[in-house]
């Protein structure tokens, strides 16, 4: 589907094409990446002001990156948190909520550990990469269970202790080699079969979550890429659109609206 008619299509009339294609579609599913974060003022991971400045990210997002330097992680996970708890959900997050609601079969996808889709009002967001706000155990001793939430954990002194063992917490998102929390990851793989997938604000540089836009288009997806610049995945999308999230989203709500507005009985 790679360079379909869509592909030729320019702004308007790209954005008109795709609104009816959701207006008719029977399943849309998308996947999210921190691009939908960025309006809220929350930078993203990679590229220049990005959360690893420059750093490679599987050096710190990592069991190996923790053990290495633990308060550093730490560090960075304060900050990241500050900066969560004060961001704002922008139209992005409040178009796909609305979906998550009105459209009859809509699955996002996240990667993102902000809970802004959650505090936009999306119902039922399966978040590959967990949450900003659990914790682990770094040991994974008995006592503890997998994760749990600790909302006040980067305020205590860095870096803070597991209060079952003793031994070293470790934020609770998914790292580096870690595996997916399954029951996200089995309901997003079956998402992927859907009529349109469409991959926002996302590198899609991560996996498993960038091999599922390859997977959305070879169980016959139209899949759409809504993003500022080219990725690894703008060479197997149908629709490139090289704007921002929030006002692509905006645009096809509006258009989304008087289509069913017209098909009202
Ligand atoms: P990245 O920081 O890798 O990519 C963000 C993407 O958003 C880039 O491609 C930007 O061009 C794009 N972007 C920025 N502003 C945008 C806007 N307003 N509208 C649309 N696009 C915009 O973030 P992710 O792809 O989410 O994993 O990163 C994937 C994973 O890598 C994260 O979940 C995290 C990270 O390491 C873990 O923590 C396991």
Redesign the pocket.
Known sequence: MAGGIANHLEGEEALDALAERLARARRVTAL?????S??SGIP????EG???RGRD?KTF?SREGFRANPKLVWELTRERRELMARAEPNR?HEVLAAWSRRLPRFTLIT???DGLHERAGTIGALR??GSIWDVACALQCEQAPRRWRDRKAHTRRLPPKCIYCGGLLRPG????GQRLPLDAALRAGMAVDCDVFLV???????HP?AGMIGQAAQAGAFTCE????D?PASAIIDLALR????E?LDALETRLLAFEAQAAP
């Open positions: 999210t990446g921190a691009g939908v960025a309006a993203t991971f990679r590229g990005g959360l690893w990210p997002a992005a990667q993102n550990i590959l990469h998102q998914v790292s580096f926002i604000g996302t590198s899609a540089e991560v979550a809504i993003n500022l610049v990725t704007r921002p999230a929030e692509v």
